[in-house]
């Protein structure tokens, strides 16, 4: 007889539906997209934050901050919770960019769009690391 006592961190949420989302982190993370979308859309807005903290800097920090809550919106194991988490966040920065690209005073940079999805794998990775270190187990509330 063979008894099997699964990793918490590996064991699927439920068996019929690996991958959950929990409504209150996922509206963070939506509110916070249409957020920057909405600063980044005004004109001369986004030049001026990029003036004054730099392109890429304020890439990494909004997408990944997305990442994280991303990540805290997602219900899955941990390995495709991460891989959830950087795809989600590779559409985000894709349709963020195909915006700018219709906005006369904006630019598409396809470095952007790296910088998002490098700065999601990177925050991704941490929580992996820390779930996998620590052993989190959260609840499914």
Known sequence: MRIDSPNP??????ANLP??????WLLALAGFFVLMLA???APGEAQ?????YGDKLLHAFAYGFMALLCHRALQAPILLRSLAVVGVIALLGLLDESLQSLLPYRNA????WCFDIG???IVAA???CHAQLFQVDEPDA
């Open 126 to 128: 941490l929580l992996a």
């Open 119 to 121: 700065a999601a794998a």
């Open 19 to 24: 991958l959950r989302w929990r409504s209150g």
């Open 109 to 112: 940079s396809a470095l952007d």
């Open 39 to 41: 600063l980044g859309s």
């Open 48 to 52: 001026a934050l990029s003036d004054r």
């Open 9 to 14: 961190i590996h064991a699927p949420v439920n």
